[in-house]
């Protein structure tokens, strides 16, 4: 069974400051995704990573995905208030084409 | 391109009662599946429909069930309802699943009284 596990669970950072959200997961897979998701809103696709070192960078998030390591990572850079979210990852596997596995998401809390 | 509509928004319910939750996704995409949010269990995969087939399912009871028109439109039944059912309800659409990125509506609000 595919496992994904987001760390830290919650985060408050300071304005300004950098920090990365980790996404681990337990099976061989080159689909990942990460999502945020505003309180009582639905999930916004941030980006998808398709293989091996894949690199993607949006604004001051960047995501990238290690698939020997099973590892992906979501980096804040100058985080600001609007960066306040939770933000999953989510990981498809094999032929399970539209069927994700989320973590249980990052609570992210930016102070001025 | 309009959204993944989800419709209704919000439910109230009792126990014993039935639902019908209904998704229409993007114009053009054939792949709809379905989340549960919750928070004590986190997101989890209800089942996805392509092409009016179901073509993945998660690990929920019989009491869910779905379907998929040939508009690629989709519903999810829940009879039976239990508090435990009390829930955002996601749909998603991508255009084939696999590779292709998924979009998700608003959600629907289900309370279980």
């Known amino acids: 069974e595919l496992k994904v596990e987001q760390n830290p669970l919650f985060l408050s950072m300071q304005e300004g400051k950098n920090y990365t959200i980790y996404c681990n997961y337990s099976?061989?897979?080159?689909?990942l995704y990460w999502y945020r998701q505003d309180p009582g809103k639905s999930l916004e696709s941030l980006f998808v990573?398709?293989?091996?070192?894949a690199v993607k960078q949006e604004g001051r998030l960047m995501a990238s995905l290690d698939t020997k390591a099973r590892l992906s990572t979501l980096h804040i850079t100058a985080a600001v208030h609007d960066l306040s979210a939770t933000y999953f990852c989510?990981?498809?596997?094999?032929?399970?084409?539209?069927?994700?596995?989320f973590g249980d998401g990052t609570t992210l809390t930016v102070k001025p | 391109k309009a959204g993944v509509t989800q419709t209704p928004r919000y439910l109230i319910k009792t126990r014993g009662q039935q639902v019908t939750l209904s998704c229409s996704p993007i114009?053009?995409?054939?792949?709809v599946s379905w989340y549960q949010q919750t928070p004590g269990q986190g997101l989890q995969f209800l089942f996805e429909?392509?092409?009016?087939?179901?073509?993945n399912k998660g690990n929920f009871p019989g009491r869910f069930s779905g379907r998929q028109f040939s508009n690629s439109r989709s519903e999810m039944n829940v009879s039976t309802l239990e508090l435990g059912d009390s829930a955002l309800y996601l749909c998603?659409?991508?255009?084939?699943?696999?590779?292709?990125?998924?979009?998700f509506g608003p959600g629907t609000r289900l309370t279980v009284l």
């Open positions: 114009s053009g995409h054939r792949s």
């Open positions: 998603a659409s991508s255009a084939s699943g696999g590779y292709n990125e998924q979009f």
């Open positions: 990573l398709l293989s091996n070192g």
């Open positions: 429909y392509f092409s009016e087939t179901q073509r």
């Open positions: 989510a990981v498809d596997i094999g032929t399970n084409a539209g069927k994700s596995t």
């Open positions: 099976t061989t897979s080159d689909r």
